[in-house]
Protein backbone atom coordinates (compact mmCIF):
# COMPACT_ATOMS: atom_id res chain seq x y z
CA UNK A 1 0.00 0.00 0.00
CA UNK A 2 0.98 3.44 -1.24
CA UNK A 3 2.13 5.54 2.33
CA UNK A 4 1.35 9.04 0.72
CA UNK A 5 -2.24 8.08 -0.99
CA UNK A 6 -5.03 10.40 -0.11
CA UNK A 7 -7.96 9.05 1.30
CA UNK A 8 -11.80 9.99 0.92
CA UNK A 9 -14.52 9.20 3.30
CA UNK A 10 -17.42 8.05 1.90
CA UNK A 11 -19.57 7.02 4.24
CA UNK A 12 -19.63 5.76 8.10
CA UNK A 13 -20.85 2.05 9.01
CA UNK A 14 -23.78 2.79 11.62
CA UNK A 15 -24.75 -0.94 12.03
CA UNK A 16 -25.42 -4.25 10.98
CA UNK A 17 -28.03 -5.45 8.83
CA UNK A 18 -29.86 -8.87 9.29
CA UNK A 19 -27.78 -11.78 10.03
CA UNK A 20 -25.93 -12.50 6.81
CA UNK A 21 -23.16 -9.72 7.44
CA UNK A 22 -24.79 -7.15 5.65
CA UNK A 23 -24.08 -3.24 6.28
CA UNK A 24 -26.18 -0.23 6.83
CA UNK A 25 -24.02 2.73 5.87
CA UNK A 26 -24.80 6.47 6.12
CA UNK A 27 -23.53 8.28 2.57
CA UNK A 28 -20.89 10.99 2.89
CA UNK A 29 -21.00 11.23 -1.08
CA UNK A 30 -23.22 12.15 -3.85
CA UNK A 31 -22.07 9.27 -6.32
CA UNK A 32 -24.77 6.27 -5.17
CA UNK A 33 -21.89 4.02 -7.38
CA UNK A 34 -19.67 4.13 -4.61
CA UNK A 35 -22.14 1.94 -2.55
CA UNK A 36 -23.20 -0.11 -5.32
CA UNK A 37 -21.10 -0.57 -7.95
CA UNK A 38 -18.37 -4.00 -6.74
CA UNK A 39 -14.70 -3.60 -6.39
CA UNK A 40 -12.24 -2.65 -3.84
CA UNK A 41 -13.49 -0.12 -1.26
CA UNK A 42 -11.27 0.26 2.21
CA UNK A 43 -12.27 0.12 6.07
CA UNK A 44 -11.23 2.73 8.65
CA UNK A 45 -11.36 2.61 12.26
CA UNK A 46 -10.52 5.64 13.67
CA UNK A 47 -6.95 6.63 12.80
CA UNK A 48 -5.45 2.43 12.11
CA UNK A 49 -4.64 1.78 9.03
CA UNK A 50 -7.46 1.29 6.40
CA UNK A 51 -8.24 -2.74 5.45
CA UNK A 52 -9.27 -3.38 1.87
CA UNK A 53 -12.36 -5.13 1.37
CA UNK A 54 -14.35 -6.67 -1.90
CA UNK A 55 -17.64 -4.76 -1.80
CA UNK A 56 -20.27 -7.47 -3.06
CA UNK A 57 -23.32 -5.45 -3.77
CA UNK A 58 -25.25 -2.53 -2.23
CA UNK A 59 -28.37 -0.90 -2.71
CA UNK A 60 -29.88 2.56 -1.25
CA UNK A 61 -32.95 2.27 1.26
CA UNK A 62 -35.77 3.99 -0.25
CA UNK A 63 -36.06 7.93 1.12
CA UNK A 64 -32.93 7.67 3.19
CA UNK A 65 -29.33 9.00 2.89
CA UNK A 66 -28.60 4.55 3.98
CA UNK A 67 -26.95 1.89 1.87
CA UNK A 68 -27.38 -1.64 2.37
CA UNK A 69 -23.65 -3.20 1.54
CA UNK A 70 -22.54 -6.69 1.81
CA UNK A 71 -18.85 -7.46 1.44
CA UNK A 72 -17.16 -10.51 0.34
CA UNK A 73 -15.63 -11.55 3.98
CA UNK A 74 -18.03 -10.92 6.32
CA UNK A 75 -20.69 -13.32 5.95
CA UNK A 76 -22.60 -12.96 9.31
CA UNK A 77 -24.01 -10.80 11.73
CA UNK A 78 -21.36 -11.03 14.47
CA UNK A 79 -18.67 -10.31 12.26
CA UNK A 80 -20.69 -7.43 10.54
CA UNK A 81 -21.20 -5.55 14.34
CA UNK A 82 -17.55 -5.35 14.95
CA UNK A 83 -17.45 -2.91 11.88
CA UNK A 84 -20.00 -0.24 13.75
CA UNK A 85 -18.29 3.19 13.08
CA UNK A 86 -15.91 2.20 10.98
CA UNK A 87 -15.35 4.93 7.77
CA UNK A 88 -15.77 3.54 4.73
CA UNK A 89 -13.47 5.01 2.22
CA UNK A 90 -12.19 5.16 -1.56
Not at 17 to 33: A, I, M, P, Q, W
Request: proline share 4%; aromatic share 12%; with cysteine.
Amino acid sequence: MQENKEWLTVGIITSPHGVLGKLKVKSLSDFRERFIKPGKRWLQKDDENPICYELCSGYQKPGTELFIISFKDIKNRNKADKFRNYKLLV
